[in-house]
């Protein structure tokens, strides 16, 4: 192991011929920097092998900034969550940004953990998904001035900016689809009745009974359903009950696929019509294909990230609430009417 000493900013500076604030702007890309000096720099970067050290704090600039961001999403492994992960990054990349990211897992103790490992590492903005109505850090993040987005949820009562699915739309569009084909008995599965986004789903959901005139004693709701396997068994015991149900909406992706699963287990597929919120991996190769209410977590990220970029730029304006719609893709599962 060498023992070396550390290349510093001050030798890369002596050697480019440059002062240390100038081999600071052109190493975090900052304008105003003549191209043949940024070409000198750089070449003294490479020559003495020159890497920035950040337990030193060299990666802030000359405003206090450190280029980095957090992400905090639902789980890293769920897809909706990859596409805003993606999003953000991609935007992020664009302009030589670091991205923090972690999963909430729907846990309100890891949320509030991430948030204060983010503000230790003084990332530059935030983009935010809350497994609380009122988070506890947001006095925090305006006393420090850090811009924060939430996504898919939108805390209530919290004077920043937001961007969801319309998830009231697209559950009642879904739910009349069924009905339009004939559906009365219409099971509703749904994620946590603590989150918002189980909540909104069930509302639209109950929205389209209510103006199809349907009593609500016809329908079937299972609530708190947090995976693919708790989905999986709940809809096997209604397929298996004296009045199962003729159609199925559920309303989280791993939800579906707890369904699709159950439905073929059980061999109803091609009887009992499906309709879920959110699209799944594969989808479409199914028989019958699955029909979806799509979200768009990609535009939702790229949005979110616009967001944060303007309020550190210095957009002071109110507070946003940005809903993007979502789009009911028929596929077979959605169109089945009942025997």
Do not use: C
């Not at 079937?220 to 003729?246: C, F, I, K, N, Y």
């Amino acid at each position: 192991m060498s023992n070396s000493p550390r290349v510093t900013m001050k030798q890369v500076a002596a050697l480019a011929g440059v002062g240390i604030k100038t081999v600071s702007r052109v190493l975090n890309n900052e304008p105003n920097v003549a191209p043949e000096t940024a070409d000198r720099v750089n070449a003294a970067v490479r020559a003495l092998d020159y890497h920035l050290d950040l337990q030193a704090g060299s990666l802030r600039r000359m405003d206090g900034r450190t280029r980095t961001l957090g992400l905090l999403v639902g789980s890293v492994d769920n897809p909706f969550s990859g596409a805003i992960h993606r999003a953000v990054e991609d935007a992020a990349v664009e302009r030589g940004i670091a991205v923090f990211a972690s999963s909430l897992d729907d846990d309100p103790r890891r949320e509030e953990s991430a948030v204060r490992a983010f503000l230790q590492r003084r990332v530059d903005g935030l983009v935010l998904t809350t497994a609380r109505p009122r988070p506890d850090y947001v006095t925090t993040l305006g006393d420090r001035g850090i811009p924060a987005v939430f996504v898919d949820r939108r805390p209530i009562d919290v004077e920043l900016d937001s961007v969801t699915s319309d998830n009231r739309e697209g559950a009642a569009k879904a739910t009349a689809h069924l009905i339009a084909r004939g559906h009365r008995r219409i099971a509703l599965l749904a994620d946590r009745s603590d989150l918002q986004t189980a909540h909104e789903r069930r509302e639209g959901f109950l929205e389209a009974i209510g103006q199809a005139g349907i009593p609500t004693s016809e329908t079937l709701t299972v609530m708190d359903l947090h995976d693919a396997a708790s989905a999986e068994e709940a809809t096997a015991r209604l397929l298996t009950g004296p009045d199962r149900p003729t159609a199925v909406f559920s309303a989280q992706n791993l939800v579906t696929v707890g369904a699709v699963h159950a439905l073929r287990a059980a061999g109803l597929q091609h009887s009992v019509a499906l309709i879920g919120f959110d699209d799944i991996p594969l989808a479409d190769l199914l028989e019958p294909g699955v029909t979806v209410v799509a979200q768009h977590p990609y535009e939702i990220g790229r949005v979110a990230i616009e967001h944060v970029f303007a309020r550190l730029e210095g957009d002071s304006g109110p507070a946003r609430h940005t809903v993007i719609p979502t789009t009911l893709i028929p596929r077979g599962s959605g169109e089945i009417r009942p025997s």
